[in-house]
């Protein structure tokens, strides 16, 4: 099993639409994660992170499933300036000091 | 403005003249990491280090080394470029991580290099 997959679209989906992707990760001992947007071309930058079972900020909601160990991101009320590749990044375990990136979801919003 | 700079953001260089792309943060953060992005595989780990004089490697280190003689810079050396180093590369700094602690990394804007 792959440490961080995720599935790598496009989801091409159209303004106003309610998107979720998911993002599995082999490593029991994962504590912390952290969800990045990357516009093409452009450095990674850091959306959300989740430390229990999920967060929310405004239109954006993550979840964390740690029996499945799959953690998830939901955009309600889909924009154009949404469009972008969302990557998934756990942390390692307590003494680990490193991100491990998923390969990314890639988003279109369509108007 | 808290920031991390990288330099060049463009390099066209050819198999095995050394090179040099910098990296500097200017948030006093402890922790940086240089990573690798390309189509298909995600952004990978080259090195890390996790402060002055202290450097590990990552998921991909062969072939590059690294530095971190000063806090604010973390240089990342390529001795003799393969075409196969072709890459977008970039550098990234947090405050130290410890235990299950928030960090957000701080991305630079990225290099993108060609070997020729």
């Known amino acids: 099993r792959k440490e961080v997959e995720q599935d790598p679209g496009p989801f091409n989906v159209p303004e106003g639409a309610t998107v979720a992707f998911n993002c599995t990760y082999s490593?029991?001992?994962?504590?912390?994660f952290f969800w990045y947007r990357q516009d093409c071309r452009k450095e990674p930058k850091l959306l959300m992170s989740v430390y229990s079972s999920g967060n929310e900020d405004g239109r954006f909601t993550a979840q964390l499933n740690r029996a499945s160990q799959y953690i998830s991101l939901l955009i309600r009320d889909s924009k154009l300036s949404d469009s972008a590749t969302y990557l998934c990044?756990?942390?390692?375990?307590?003494?680990?000091?490193?991100?491990?990136f998923g390969k990314g979801t890639k988003l279109s919003v369509i108007p | 403005e808290a920031q991390v700079t990288q330099n060049p953001r463009y390099l066209i260089t050819v198999t095995g003249k050394k090179l040099t792309v910098t990296c500097s943060q200017n948030?006093?953060?402890?922790?940086m990491s240089w990573y690798r992005q390309d189509p298909g595989l995600g952004l990978r780990q080259i090195y890390y280090s996790m402060n002055v004089e202290v450097t590990d490697k990552g998921d991909v280190p062969e072939g590059y080394k690294v530095s971190r003689k000063e806090k604010r810079n973390f240089p990342l050396i390529l001795e003799s470029p393969s075409p196969n180093q072709t890459s977008l590369y970039f550098c990234?700094?947090?405050?130290?991580?410890?235990?299950?602690?928030?960090?957000?990394?701080?991305f630079g804007p990225g290099t993108r290099l060609t070997v020729l």
């Open positions: 490593n029991s001992a994962s504590q912390s």
């Open positions: 990234a700094s947090s405050l130290f991580p410890s235990g299950n602690s928030y960090n957000e990394q701080f």
């Open positions: 948030m006093n953060h402890e922790y």
């Open positions: 990044a756990p942390k390692g375990g307590a003494g680990s000091y490193q991100l491990t």
